[in-house]
Every structure is written in structure tokens, then in C-alpha cells.
């Protein structure tokens, strides 16, 4: 493999975004529009689940339970801010066939792609974290097996994965999308339960409130919702699993693609938003509005959950949203591995040997993490893992927004004027935020 002067590695030495499922998917070319649609129904809820995640459940739980309804405003924000980023990574995906990761390894010099990918994979890593102790927490609470044990036996989803993926990726597909039913449907009935005030949901969700740039510690857990939302690892699994799609690779077929994936899309992040609001929401009306401001750790609610709300099965229906939460994250979680370190490194593996790699690298952190801190403190290291993923989301996002604002490389897919000034300003929000929190700590507020 040679490099042209610049550094640069070029665009043609890369092989399709995970070739094994490149181009695996057949969708209809039927004259109706809703059969067509039916075959792009899949990726957008594999990337909801990143949106939904053990981590968000760690961040979401210690804002209801310490103010109540008033930071559902960020997760209203940070869903808006998912459904533009992740419609970025589509367009990026299907207009170049090249993922996010690809796009930047063929447009940065060696050194800065490594940087990148060092970069993707910590974040990944923290991802992990977060997806993976939740599981083994879960397991711990209905099962009561150690939480070293419940890590080792969450460890092995890889299995699954390659299992269904061999099946085809619409058996990967349809498993996820049961499991984030079965979390919607337990949390429909959880919010039914500890009876919420909707007129304070509805406002807090639509108006912001000026402390969360004064509180620190307001700040601190709204970046970490925003961390746990809007999730780096998902740009890349996204830019990357909408090409599983076998669309006529011409420009109306592109077209058609970009649409259909971005409804889905769209439809798949709504779910996540009701699912990451209906915690946040469980939280405030069931602790915050009890006095047990002060619930962030995960077996704490599942302690209080039926004795304060007088039903005996709320915590149990709570412990299997929550198993299903860090199973389904797993999942994809280990799939987005896959994308960085195949896109990054142009890695020529065998699948299992790619899929073994990815998953060891993401869970080793963790069990080390485990190990050292036991079962003590796993709320803070969960919003911790969270406020690290926010950390590295500007350098996925400012690449994404910068690649397909580059009319060179998207033709005519290239995003419109309004579109760049609105990614752009997305972008610097998540960023200044980010430097806000760490001018906080630094100054130990």
C-alpha cells in the first residue's frame, strides 16, 4: 500500500464497510412506497440503542432523583441534536460507501488517523463499560450472581452475534428490535405506576432552566446525559450498517436510501427519547418527589422501587428493562468495535477473529474497572464512563460534519447552506460545553 504525496491514503485501497454484510440486505423495488420502506427498517434501531443504554440509565436516574423533571430539557435537546448527527452519518454512508471511520483514514495523514482511532476506541471502551456492568448489575439484582461473573457471562454476546449475523443481519436486526419493545413497553407500565405531574414534564421538556450553566453539578450530569445520548461509536455504526442495504447504487437510488434510512432513523431515536425520558421521569416522581434526592446507583432504585411505589413487581420489571438494556447495547457496541478498528487500520481478518479482537479490547478495560472498584460506586463510574463519551464525541463529530460539507466528496449530497450552519453550530455547542465542564472541574467547583 503506497501514499500519495500529501500523506494521504488512497480512497481505493479500502474495501466496502464490513464486507461480509455490505450490500446483504434486499429491499423491494415494488411501486409502492411503504414496501420499499419496510426493507431499510433495522439500522436506525440498532443505533437507538446506544441511545438508551445502562449509561443513560445511570445519568437519567441521578437527574430525576436530585432535581426532578428540570434537566428532561437535555434530553430533549440531545435527542434533536442525535436525530441531525445520525442523519450526517447516512449521508455520509450511502453518498461515498465509505463509513466514517474509512472516510477518515482516506482524508487525514497516518499519524492523525491513528489519533482517531486511539480516540474511537476509548470511547468504545467507555461505552463498554457502562454497557456491560449495567448487564452484570441486572443479572446481579434477579439472579444474584456476582458481578464479576455476570461481566464474564455478558462478555460472551460475541457468540450471539456471530451466530445470528450468519443467519443474516435481519436476525441480528429483529432481536434487537424485541428487546427495545420489551425496555418500552416495562417502562410504559413503570411510568403508569409511579403517576408523574405531565404539566411539569411537558414544560421542563420544551424550556430549558439558566442553572444548568451555574450548577456545576447540574452541569456535570447534563453533559453526561448528552454523553450517553449522543454517542460517538454510533456516527460510525451508523455510516456503516446503512450499507447492509442492497439499493441500486445510482443517484436516485442513493436518494431513495438516504430518505428511507433517515425515517427510520427518526422513528428508531423517538422510541429511544420516550425510553431515556420515561427513566429520568420514573426517577422524579418516584424518589425526587419522595425526599431520596440522592438515588444514583442502580441497585439503590431497584431497592426503593416497590416499597415506594406499593407494587411488588416494579423492581423486578425494572431489573429485566435493564438486563435487556445492556444486552442489546453489547450487541451493538461490538459491532461498532468492528467498524473503527476495520475502517481505521484496514485490518484483514477472519469475522470471528475481528469480532474476538474487538470485544477483548472493549471488555478487558472492564474488568479491570470491576475488579478494582468491586460493587461499590458503579453510579459514579457509570456517569463518569458517560461524561468521557461526551469527551470524544467532537472528534467524530466535527470530521462527520466537515466530510459531508465537502462538496468533493458528497457531490451533489453535499449538505445545503442551512444544513452546514446548523451542523457546524451543533457542533461547537458540544465542543464549548465540553470545555465549560473541564474549566468546572479544573477550578474544582
Request: overall charge neutral.
Amino acid at each position: 500500500m503506497t501514499e500519495n504525496p500529501s500523506g494521504e491514503i488512497p480512497v481505493e485501497v479500502l474495501r466496502p464497510s464490513m464486507p461480509d454484510i455490505f450490500s446483504s440486505v434486499r429491499v423491494s423495488q415494488s411501486p409502492h412506497l411503504w414496501r420499499r420502506l419496510l426493507g431499510f427498517i433495522g439500522p436506525g434501531f440498532l443505533i437507538s440503542v446506544g441511545y438508551m443504554d445502562p449509561g443513560n440509565w445511570a445519568t437519567d436516574l441521578a437527574a430525576g432523583s436530585r432535581y426532578g423533571y428540570t434537566l428532561l430539557f437535555v434530553i430533549m435537546l440531545s435527542n434533536l441534536m442525535a436525530i441531525l448527527l445520525q442523519s450526517l452519518a447516512i449521508k455520509l454512508g450511502v453518498a461515498t460507501e465509505q463509513d466514517l471511520a474509512q472516510a477518515c483514514r482516506a482524508n487525514s495523514s497516518r499519524p492523525v488517523a491513528y489519533a482517531l482511532w486511539f480516540i474511537a476506541e476509548i470511547a468504545i471502551a467507555a461505552c463498554d463499560l457502562a454497557e456491560v456492568i449495567g448487564s452484570a448489575i441486572a443479572l446481579q439484582l434477579l439472579f444474584h450472581i456476582p458481578l464479576m461473573i455476570g461481566v464474564l457471562i455478558t462478555g460472551v454476546d460475541v457468540l450471539f452475534i456471530l451466530l445470528l449475523q450468519n443467519r443474516g443481519f435481519r436476525y441480528l436486526e429483529a432481536l434487537v428490535i424485541v428487546l427495545i419493545g420489551t425496555i418500552a413497553a416495562l417502562f410504559g407500565i413503570e411510568i403508569f405506576l409511579s403517576r408523574p405531574e405531565y404539566a411539569p414534564i411537558l414544560a421542563n421538556l420544551l424550556i430549558p432552566q439558566s442553572r444548568l450553566l451555574t450548577d456545576p453539578e447540574m452541569l456535570y450530569i447534563g453533559i453526561g446525559i448528552l454523553g450517553a445520548t449522543v454517542m460517538p461509536h454510533n456516527l460510525y455504526l451508523h455510516s456503516a450498517i446503512v450499507q447492509t442495504r442492497d439499493y441500486p447504487r445510482t443517484t436516485e437510488g442513493k436518494r431513495e436510501a438516504i430518505r428511507f434510512a433517515n425515517w427510520d432513523s427518526a422513528a428508531a431515536l423517538t422510541m429511544a427519547l420516550f425510553v431515556n425520558a420515561a427513566i429520568l421521569v420514573v426517577a422524579a416522581a418516584v424518589f425526587h418527589r419522595s425526599g431520596h434526592t440522592e438515588v444514583a446507583e442502580i441497585e439503590d432504585a431497584f431497592r426503593l422501587l416497590s416499597p415506594l411505589l406499593g407494587v411488588g413487581a416494579a423492581s423486578g420489571l425494572f431489573a429485566i428493562a435493564l438486563l435487556a438494556s445492556g444486552q442489546n447495547s453489547t450487541l451493538t457496541g461490538t459491532l461498532a468495535g468492528q467498524v473503527v478498528m476495520e475502517g481505521f487500520l484496514n485490518i484483514r481478518l477472519p469475522q470471528w477473529q475481528r469480532r474476538l479482537i474487538t470485544r477483548l479490547a472493549a471488555i478487558i478495560p472492564t474488568i479491570i474497572v470491576v475488579a478494582l472498584y468491586g460493587e461499590h460506586g458503579t453510579a459514579k463510574l457509570l456517569i463518569f464512563s458517560q461524561v468521557v463519551l461526551s469527551m470524544q464525541l467532537s472528534f467524530a463529530v466535527f470530521p462527520l460534519v466537515a466530510f459531508t460539507s465537502d462538496r468533493r466528496k458528497m457531490g451533489q449530497f453535499v449538505n445545503a447552506a442551512w444544513l452546514k450552519w446548523l451542523s457546524w453550530t451543533v457542533a461547537v455547542v458540544i465542543a464549548g460545553l465540553n470545555i465549560w465542564l473541564l474549566i468546572q472541574t479544573f477550578q474544582g467547583h
